[in-house]
C-alpha cells in the first residue's frame, strides 16, 4: 500500500476507533478492571532532520538571458535538432553542416561528447561530428632481423585539415554567442546524463583545459595492433585521457593549430562568465 493511502487511512481508523467508544451500546458495560501502575518509557528523541544535499558549486556561471513569461519558450530538447541545425548553420553554413554533422540528437550528442572526452573512453557512436574519411594510415620500420615496430604514417595528418579547418576559421564570438542562446538545452540535456546538480559549462572548461594540457610528442609516435583497433606503443600515451589520444593523432602540426583554436574559445567563453563575488 502507498503511503498517501496510509496516510489518508489513518485519520479514518482513528474516527472509527473514537466512534466505538463514544456511541451508545446495547452491550451491557463490563466493569472496569483495577488500576495498576505502569511505568512509562521515555519517550526517544526524535532522529535530526536529514541535511540538505549540499549545492554544486558553479565554477563557471554564465550570463544567460532570462526569458519573460511573454517569451517564446525555449526549444524542448526531443525537438531541438532544427534549432541546433539552424543556429550552427549559420555559422558554418547549411551544406557544411549535413556533411560533417549527424543530423539526430545533435545536442545531446555534444553533450555527451564532452563529458566523455576527458574521460579514457569516449565512444565513437555518439560523436556530433561524422568521423574522417579513410583508413588511419601507419608505417612499417624494421627494428631487427625480422622484427617491425609501427609508427604514424606522417601523411595520416592529411585526414583531419577539413575538421580542422572548421575549428579554425569559425568566429569564437560568434560560436560562444550562438552556445549561450542554447545553453539551457545543453544545461538540461547534462543534466539528463545523471548529474541532477551539475553545471555543463564547468564541464565544457573542464574538457578544454584537458585537450590543452595534450604533451607535445615530436613524431614519429610508435603504435601497436593489439587486436582490431590501433593503441599507443607507449603505456604513457595510452593511458592518457581519450581527447588527449585524438589530439595527438592529429599530428604534431595540426595539434599546434586546434591547440591555438581551442584556446581562443576557452578565453572568449571565459569573457562571458561574471565574477563572482
Known amino acids: 500500500m502507498g503511503k498517501k493511502k496510509i496516510f489518508l487511512l489513518l485519520p479514518i481508523a482513528a474516527a ?55 517569451d517564446k519558450p525555449q526549444s524542448d530538447i526531443n525537438q531541438s535538432d ?37 574521460r579514457h573512453e569516449a565512444p565513437a557512436e555518439i560523436f556530433p561530428v561524422k568521423p574522417v574519411g579513410g583508413p588511419f594510415l601507419v608505417k612499417q620500420i624494421k627494428v631487427k632481423r625480422k622484427k617491425t615496430s609501427m609508427q604514424i604514417a606522417p601523411e595520416n595528418d592529411q585526414r583531419y585539415l577539413r575538421h580542422l579547418d572548421l575549428l579554425t576559421t569559425v568566429n569564437p564570438r560568434r560560436l560562444v554567442d550562438t552556445y549561450i542562446a542554447l545553453y539551457p538545452l545543453f544545461q ?4 539528463e546524463l545523471g548529474y541532477p546538480q551539475g553545471h555543463f559549462n564547468d564541464r565544457l572548461v573542464e574538457t578544454l583545459d584537458d585537450l590543452l594540457a ?11 595492433q593489439p587486436k582490431v583497433l590501433y593503441t599507443y606503443a607507449d603505456p604513457e600515451l595510452e593511458a592518457r585521457s581519450a581527447g588527449q ?7 604534431a602540426d595540426n595539434t599546434v593549430r586546434a591547440k591555438q583554436a581551442l584556446s581562443t574559445i576557452r578565453t572568449e567563453l571565459l569573457s562571458r562568465s561574471p565574477k563572482r563575488p
Open 245 to 251: 589520444k585524438i589530439m595527438l593523432r592529429l599530428g
Open 82 to 118: 532544427g534549432v541546433y541545425r539552424d543556429a550552427f548553420g549559420l555559422l558554418f553554413g547549411k551544406e557544411t553542416i549535413a556533411e560533417y554533422f549527424y543530423p539526430d540528437r545533435m545536442i545531446r550528442r555534444f553533450v555527451a561528447t564532452i563529458d566523455n572526452l576527458p
Open 214 to 224: 595534450t604533451p607535445e610528442v615530436a613524431p614519429p609516435i610508435p603504435v601497436q
Open 188 to 191: 538540461r540535456a547534462y543534466r
Open 16 to 70: 472509527l476507533g473514537l466512534a466505538y467508544y463514544l456511541l451508545p451500546s446495547s452491550q451491557p458495560i463490563p466493569e472496569a478492571p483495577p488500576v495498576q501502575a505502569v511505568t512509562v518509557a521515555p519517550a526517544p528523541e526524535p532522529a535530526p532532520a536529514p541535511l540538505p544535499p549540499s549545492e554544486v558549486v558553479e565554477r563557471y556561471p554564465l550570463a544567460v538571458a532570462q526569458q519573460a513569461p511573454s
